[in-house]
T-cell receptor
Framework: GDSVTQMEGPVTLSEEAFLTINCTYT??????LFWYVQYPGEGLQLLLK?????DKGSNKGFEATYRKETTSFHLEKGSVQVSDSAVYFC?????????????FGTGTRLKVLA | NAGVTQTPKFQVLKTGQSMTLQCAQD?????MSWYRQDPGMGLRLIHY???????DQGEVPNGYNVSRSTTEDFPLRLLSAAPSQTSVYFC?????????FGPGTRLLVL
């Protein structure tokens, strides 16, 4: 079945450092790919998405490119801030079947130090 | 728009008790889901619904029941709570291919 694998955390960075969180997926169809962010005590919020190969999703300085050849969707940010401290989830949804079922990775906790 | 709302925010149950976690959305989304979040496990799908009157099982449905009588509401029922159901529960609704999450219900089963 479809699956998502993302790097284990926690990831601890200093403010203004470069961030990469790796995410790879397996899917039989043509999924859409997502990054969600969860701040402490809150639900998940969509950070960015990409719906087809070579699409780049971006939001709030974060970027991820849908790489079909490497089945990856790595999250990057050039300069992290303390306010970026959160848990980040990679997810896929194969909506070709019309069911919109999502599969999430286990999450990567990011801690940014001032 | 309130988005997706969940009640209660926190609940403590004793083993064997029953309860219903409430979920409502005001975005007129057909697709709604319930997930549980456990440390190191990410989010796992419990049940989902593609519209009023239609529900189906997700990855971890045992011990949970759902119904969908209206587009807006999608309650999750625990018939006989077990300590293994201690978790954080998220309701979500899906529109334009994006999942919108509620704030979660933290459940502790003693």
């Amino acid at each position: 079945g479809d699956s998502v694998t993302q790097m284990e955390g926690p990831v601890t960075l200093s403010e203004e450092a470069f961030l990469t969180i790796n995410c790879t997926y397996t899917a039989t169809g043509y999924p859409s790919l997502f990054w969600y962010v969860q701040y402490p005590g809150e639900g998940l919020q969509l950070l960015l998405k990409a719906t087809k190969a070579d699409d780049k999703g971006s939001n709030k300085g974060f970027e991820a490119t849908y790489r079909k050849e490497t089945t990856s969707f790595h999250l990057e940010k050039g300069s992290v801030q303390v306010s970026d401290s959160a848990v980040y989830f990679c997810a896929l949804s194969d909506q070709t079947s019309g069911t919109y079922k999502y599969i999430f990775g286990t999450g990567t906790r990011l801690k940014v130090l001032a | 728009n309130a988005g997706v709302t969940q009640t209660p925010k926190f609940q403590v149950l004793k083993t064997g008790q029953s309860m219903t976690l409430q979920c409502a959305q005001d975005m007129n989304h057909e697709y709604m889901s319930w997930y549980r979040q456990d440390p190191g496990m990410g989010l796992r799908l419990i049940h989902y619904s593609v519209g009023a009157g239609i529900t189906d099982q997700g990855e971890v449905p045992n011990g949970y029941n759902v119904s969908r009588s209206t587009t807006e509401d999608f309650p999750l029922r625990l018939l006989s709570a077990a300590p293994s159901q201690t978790s954080v529960y998220f309701c979500a609704s899906s529109g334009r291919g994006v999942e919108y999450f509620g704030p979660g219900t933290r459940l502790l089963v003693l």
